[in-house]
């Protein structure tokens, strides 16, 4: 081989030299343990008599059956409603809230703007875990200041953590940290919008109410879809929230969520066969459902195009 065709050899190998490491990370920390929970989901343990002694308990060929039970399984269908319930307030409420920081930060009149920025997104900053404690500490009614101070001034109290204000607790532990995320998204694809239009639009006598509505908003929409997309995502494997907060309350039960009941089969219960099927059964309305989002999207954008 001659030194051309050597250095020809090494310039056409550099980029598969570069993927090579971020491959091996994906293949042993992402496809591997995928195609693990696939293969226990199809199988199943064969207990013989008291299941006792050795060869009692057999790892056999279950095909679809771990399919079968979990989808008619009421605790996991239950669980699901519950999240979608949760999900129609987190989602609207959160995308809600950051696009309207976005564009208030956008705006001329904002002052001290990087410590405003810097304040909304801070509560990203911490973890779920964390973020549920102290919220938990608020919501109970023998520690919790504003509790104290209700009690002062005669108002009502109000039990987060029970009955259908659970909802509104766990939304908004979601809502307080996840706005600030998104809002940096949705702002920062302001920042990249051309001045020119706006100031062809403040020339014509467009009012900031006006920009912001027929300028701004429709020009973030792309921002907008891809927040709602991980959103999505976020919101159905809601887990360390109500975990969280289980202690707190009986309100909560250990199969409040999808991945809680998966949890609960897979390490409470043993039965880590039913518990990858349930897991795959949950990665696969993920896929659905934010796949099917992006391409009604998709399609949205092209009519408007065609027009």
Do not use: C
Not at 38 to 51: A, F, I, N, R, T
Not at 74 to 95: D, T
């Amino acid at each position: 081989m001659t030194t051309a065709h050597r250095k020809s050899y090494g310039v056409k190998g550099a980029p598969y030299a570069f993927l090579l490491p971020a491959t091996i990370l994906f293949v042993l920390f992402f496809a591997l343990p995928i195609g693990y929970a696939l293969w226990l989901s199809l199988h199943k343990v064969q207990v013989k008599g008291l299941g006792l002694g050795s060869g009692a308990r057999k790892e056999v060929w279950a095909g679809l059956e771990n399919y079968k039970d979990a989808l008619s399984d009421s605790e996991l269908l239950s669980g699901a409603l519950r999240v979608l319930g949760y999900g129609a307030i987190v989602i609207p409420v959160m995308l809600g809230l950051a696009l309207l920081f976005a564009l208030m930060l956008d705006t001329d009149k904002v002052r001290l703007t990087p410590f405003t920025r810097l304040a909304i997104f801070l509560p990203y900053a911490i973890p779920g875990v964390v973020a549920a404690l102290l919220w938990g500490f608020l919501y109970l009614p023998d520690v919790s200041p504003f509790y104290f101070i209700l009690d002062k001034l005669g108002m009502p109290q109000p039990n987060l953590l029970d009955g259908g204000p659970l909802y509104l607790a766990l939304s908004n532990i979601a809502v307080w940290g996840g706005t600030g995320f998104n809002m940096i998204v949705i702002y920062t694809s302001l920042k990249a919008l051309p001045a020119e239009v706006y100031e062809a639009a403040k020339l014509d006598g467009a009012t900031p109410l006006q920009i912001a509505l027929r300028i701004k908003i429709p020009m973030v929409a792309p921002s907008l879809v891809l927040t709602f997309f991980f959103s999505i995502i976020a919101t159905l494997q809601v887990f360390s929230e109500p975990t969280t907060l289980k202690p707190l309350t009986n309100s909560v039960s250990t199969t409040w969520s999808p991945l809680m009941k998966v949890y609960q089969d897979a390490f409470a219960k043993g039965d880590i066969y039913s518990a990858a099927a349930e897991a795959a059964i949950i990665a696969v309305a993920t896929l659905l459902l934010s796949f099917g989002f992006l391409r009604a999207a998709n399609s949205r954008n092209k009519q408007e195009e065609a027009r």
